[in-house]
Nanobody, 114 residues
Framework: VQLQASGGGLVQAGGSLRLSCVIT????????LGWYRQTPGRQRIFVAS???????NYADAVLGRFTISRGNADNTIYLQMNNLKPEDTGVYYC?????????WGQGTQVTVSS
């Protein structure tokens, strides 16, 4: 299974980015998919998730600023990030949950400058 995240970059505080993720190679349906963020020396943390039925869930820190969505293809998800803050900086990974695929893929770097 391959997890390909893209769309990261450098943006000023208050700016926006849209991340994309495609998961390929799974023999079965991927079910609930989500985004995670990791910063150096820290564990990967949950950001947002979306079920196959398009029900969404968000970490409190991003509620109202980030929107997760799912493409017509069930293996594609997006993360629209608005009003970005420096604390949103990190490598963003996509994966299914629970029981994430391993390895996780390279993720995409988001850097928010103050």
């Amino acid at each position: 299974v391959q997890l390909q995240a893209s769309g990261g970059g450098l943006v000023q505080a208050g700016g926006s980015l849209r991340l994309s993720c495609v998961i390929t190679g799974s023999r079965f349906g991927v079910g609930t998919l989500g985004w995670y963020r990791q910063t150096p020396g820290r564990q990967r943390i949950f950001v947002a998730s979306i079920t196959a039925a398009r029900n969404t869930n968000y970490a409190d820190a991003v509620l109202g600023r980030f929107t997760i969505s799912r493409g017509n293809a069930d293996n594609t998800i997006y993360l629209q990030m608005n009003n970005l803050k420096p604390e949103d900086t990190g490598v963003y990974y996509c994966n299914k949950l629970p029981n994430p695929f391993v390895p996780w893929g390279q993720g995409t770097q988001v850097t928010v400058s103050s």
